[in-house]
């Protein structure tokens, strides 16, 4: 009797999550399913925010699309870059980089629960890795209802007021007014703790791997940050730069660069670019990218 329950809600709300048209979900269907974009961005708020689709079409002449998802971290992206590439390889996969990406964070464990509506069809990718936050959580993702059981509200809220983007992009309007805008007294919620967490370095490792693999083009960015960061002492971040030296990955560094630093018209916060500040961002991207030789 359990099981039939659970199969008849599990298949309601599976019907109702993939008919989402807008909102994180739906993004992320979309480039798991159906995208054939030729330039893939992969990333926290800092790429969903940043990487504006049409500008790349506009500059580079090939298909864009922002897969950049809030608050997630390596892990998802990195069960996000293998679920597409079992379907389609893009030309070019940029992965935005965080300067705290390798970092021990349990939250970028606990939203890997974001993945659990895709179990059923890519459990093999799946498993892996959401195992390496519960072992048990194959038996969980048993059930049907437990893998929907947490987006029904989610996909409700975004069909009364849909989540509009452009191809993935999500622009932040407004600028920051230096006059109310103390960076010292700044208060910052860590979601991490500064120690290098093994799990986050195999996975970086790995989405290069599988990026080669499959003839991929890929490139490692950090977004411009308004008072920018003296990441020389970030050993998260030094140790990315030494992995992607080794393994011969290009790293465009924009965390401190002079043409958005301390510039409050391109910021609508101190770590997002206003959308002003992301269409240069990514023209500015787009030159560097036309100029690149992927052959040596």
């Known amino acids: 009797m359990v099981l039939i329950v659970d199969f008849i809600?599990?298949?309601?709300?599976?019907?109702?999550?993939?008919?989402?048209?807008?909102?994180?979900?739906?993004?992320?269907?979309?480039?798991?399913?159906?995208?054939?974009?030729?330039?893939?961005?992969?990333?926290?708020?800092?790429?969903?925010?940043?990487?504006?689709?049409?500008?790349?079409?506009?500059?580079?002449?090939?298909?864009?699309?922002?897969?950049?998802?809030?608050?997630?971290?390596?892990?998802?992206?990195?069960?996000?870059?293998?679920?597409?590439?079992?379907?389609?390889?893009?030309?070019?996969?940029?992965?935005?980089?965080?300067?705290?990406?390798?970092?021990?964070?349990?939250?970028?464990?606990?939203?890997?629960?974001?993945?659990?509506?895709?179990?059923?069809?890519?459990?093999?990718?799946?498993?892996?890795?959401?195992?390496?936050?519960?072992?048990m959580v194959w038996l969980k993702l048993f059930f049907k209802s437990y893998q929907n059981n947490s987006t029904i509200v989610h996909a409700l809220r975004y069909y009364i007021s849909p989540q509009i983007d452009y191809k993935g992009y999500r622009p932040l309007q407004g600028k920051i007014d230096p006059e109310k805008l103390d960076l010292h007294d700044e208060v910052l919620v860590k979601e991490y703790a500064e120690e290098i967490d093994e799990n986050f370095v195999k996975a970086i490792e790995a989405f290069i791997i599988n990026a080669k693999d499959q003839d991929v083009h890929l490139l490692f960015v950090t977004s411009p940050l308004y008072n920018g960061i003296e990441y020389s002492k970030s050993e998260s971040f030094l140790k990315i730069k030494d992995i992607a030296q080794e393994?011969?990955?290009?790293?465009?560094?924009?965390?401190?660069?002079?043409?958005?630093?301390?510039?409050?018209?391109?910021?609508?916060?101190?770590?997002?670019?206003?959308?002003?500040?992301?269409?240069?961002?990514?023209?500015?991207?787009?030159?560097?990218?036309?100029?690149?030789?992927?052959n040596q």
Do not use: C
């Open 9 to 135: 809600t599990g298949s309601i709300s599976h019907k109702i999550f993939y008919s989402q048209k807008t909102g994180k979900y739906a993004r992320t269907t979309h480039v798991i399913e159906d995208s054939n974009a030729d330039v893939m961005i992969f990333g926290s708020s800092h790429a969903h925010r940043h990487y504006v689709s049409e500008v790349f079409e506009k500059e580079l002449g090939e298909i864009s699309y922002n897969a950049g998802a809030e608050g997630q971290q390596l892990l998802f992206h990195l069960a996000l870059q293998e679920m597409i590439l079992s379907r389609t390889a893009p030309k070019i996969m940029i992965l935005n980089i965080d300067d705290s990406f390798l970092y021990q964070s349990q939250i970028a464990y606990d939203r890997l629960s974001d993945l659990h509506p895709y179990y059923h069809e890519h459990h093999k990718i799946l498993n892996p890795i959401l195992r390496l936050n519960s072992t």
């Open 247 to 294: 393994k011969n990955i290009p790293l465009i560094n924009l965390f401190n660069d002079k043409q958005f630093y301390n510039k409050p018209e391109l910021f609508h916060d101190p770590s997002h670019l206003n959308d002003t500040g992301a269409r240069l961002f990514t023209k500015r991207l787009s030159d560097s990218i036309s100029k690149m030789d992927f």
